[in-house]
């Protein structure tokens, strides 16, 4: 059911040339709300005459098309509920079409009618939050804002066609500051995110090179690469400003040391970077017995503690055993999100993460991938210092059987905060999960989504670790009966989809 205030809105909207004629007389906070009927109602002129009288300073599009009644459900990731909720058809590009117009007429008017603007104005449009694991999606809705950029490019210049970025030649063009003649007010920022791949390199590069002279200014917040090289990867950083970018993810390109030195030189410009993937390294696990490999791996070390502002490292499938505090010690700041899945982890990286200071201050810890048996001491203790801030724990695939994990319960119980546990790929059987039903209640009242792969009582301690998603029948009732007390979601994951315990950008 519908709150008065939307279905007052609603009813506003109806009338659509009413509505726009009567929209500078309504008060400002009926704006969002009006904004959510009007896209629902596919109300387009309506869409656009609120966006150009739009009287904050940003416009949140993506936050502004949730629809979701259960805001804790897209805490870590995207809730499924809504996360189609900008259709990919002629109706969406329509949205935006409308909307980068709405964006138009306020430079316009800025430029042609400065004393009119209103005390406070429009500086950012914010088409953050809608990429996915979908590639085509991303692909097709990358290309739907840059054409309607380029078509508001050239409703605000008309006459000067060196502004739209398909008109524009290849070469140089970097962050050139707005013509003299736009003043200051006019000025806004389109703020999105980038998944730059062979397919969209072409149309991204020329949006970028299109901020020359053009007071609508392209801006990246997140930077995410499907299959470039490095140095093409450098080139198109190149054209970013440096104050927006957050996040850099180049996880889906394998590398070496050299590479990654070179990757993250490129990074140091960018004062804000909080956030860094690197994955899929090219290395042989007696990589440390090789003088010139090691010489790489200090000179990378040495690069990443340029970076002031990270937050968050993410590095996966690298033979990481025993040089953690090498890597990690240059780092002034102390990292609130660390992610080292398959790392072949030893006991002193695990003894140097609780003793330094990124362990106190951990959020979210990612293990997974590690053999934990051998050195579950040295995990305890990670635990016990990062049990203060700790919400996001993954250990799956960490070859843990029920002797070990019925150490690591007491250690997980003084965890208050933690809200999301990964244990899949581990081999436990239902007396685990018993074990956890009181406890839980009483001392995990935080916990939202935990992975589980469970195992019936008969299967011996000599069994490989499962390599498919299993939940044998004998545990269905608890589970459920489990699920009715706590009221918390057991997320079940496929081997395919890793258990993913959420971005660090949603629990900060």
């Excluded at 008309?158 to 003043?183: E, F, W, Y």
């Excluded at 070390?301 to 890597?327: W, Y």
Aim: glycine content about 4%; aromatic content about 10%.
């Amino acid at each position: 059911m519908h709150s008065l205030l939307f279905l007052s809105a609603w009813q506003v909207v109806q009338d659509e040339v009413s509505a726009c004629q009567a929209l500078d007389s309504l008060p400002w906070n009926l704006y969002h709300v009006l904004f959510k009927v009007a896209f629902r109602d596919k109300k387009t002129s309506f869409l656009s005459s609120l966006v150009k009288r739009w009287p904050f300073s940003k416009l949140e599009v993506r936050t502004l098309l949730h629809t979701c009644r259960q805001p804790h459900k897209a805490l870590f990731k995207k809730c499924p509920d809504c996360r189609w909720t900008l259709p990919q058809n002629d109706f969406g590009k329509t949205v935006f079409d409308v909307i980068i117009q709405g964006v138009t007429s306020h430079i316009r008017r800025a430029i042609d009618h400065p004393q009119e603007l209103p005390h406070r104005r429009l500086w950012q449009l914010d088409i953050t939050g809608f990429l996915n694991n979908e590639f085509g999606w991303n692909i097709w809705f990358m290309k739907m804002w840059t054409n309607s950029l380029d078509q508001a490019r050239n409703c605000i210049f008309p006459n000067q066609d060196t502004l739209g970025p398909q008109n524009q030649a290849m070469g140089q063009a970097r962050k050139a500051h707005p013509s003299p003649r736009v003043p200051l007010e006019a000025c806004v920022d389109l703020l999105v995110d980038l998944q730059v791949a062979f397919q969209s390199q072409g149309f991204l590069r020329a949006a970028f090179q299109g901020n020359r002279n053009s007071p609508l200014r392209l801006v990246c917040r997140d930077f995410w690469n499907a299959d470039l090289t490095a140095q093409a990867i450098a080139g198109f950083l190149d054209l970013l400003d440096t104050p927006p970018l957050r996040r850099v993810d180049l996880g889906f390109r394998e590398m070496d040391f050299l590479t990654a030195r070179y990757s993250v030189a490129q990074l140091a410009r960018f004062e804000n970077l909080k956030s860094l993937r690197l994955c899929h390294f090219d290395i042989c696990g007696n990589w440390q017995l090789d003088p010139m490999r090691k010489e790489d791996f200090y000179y990378f070390a040495n690069e990443l503690s340029d970076l002031r502002q990270l937050k968050e490292i993410t590095m996966c499938h690298f033979h990481l055993s025993g040089q953690v505090q090498t890597l990690l010690s240059g780092i002034e700041g102390s990292l609130e999100s660390l992610e080292l899945s398959s790392c072949s982890l030893a006991n002193e990286d695990l003894v140097y993460l609780a003793q330094s200071h990124h362990g106190a201050n951990l959020m979210k810890l990612d293990l997974s991938g590690n053999n934990l048996t051998d050195k579950l001491d040295a995990f305890l203790e990670l635990l016990e210092a990062a049990s203060g801030s700790l919400e996001s724990l993954n250990i799956t695939k960490c070859y843990l059987q029920d002797i070990h994990f019925y150490k690591i319960l007491p250690s997980l119980y003084k965890c208050k905060r933690l809200a999301h546990l990964g244990l899949f790929g581990n081999l436990l059987s239902s007396e685990s999960l018993r074990a956890l039903k009181e406890p839980l209640q009483q001392k995990l009242l935080n916990l939202k989504t935990m992975s589980l792969s469970v195992f019936s009582d008969n299967l011996t301690q000599q069994l490989p670790l499962p390599s498919d998603h299993e939940i044998l029948s004998p545990l269905s009732d608890q589970l459920n009966e489990l699920l009715l007390i706590t009221e918390q979601s057991f997320t079940e994951c496929p081997r395919t989809r890793p258990f993913d315990l959420g971005d660090h950008f949603d629990i900060v």
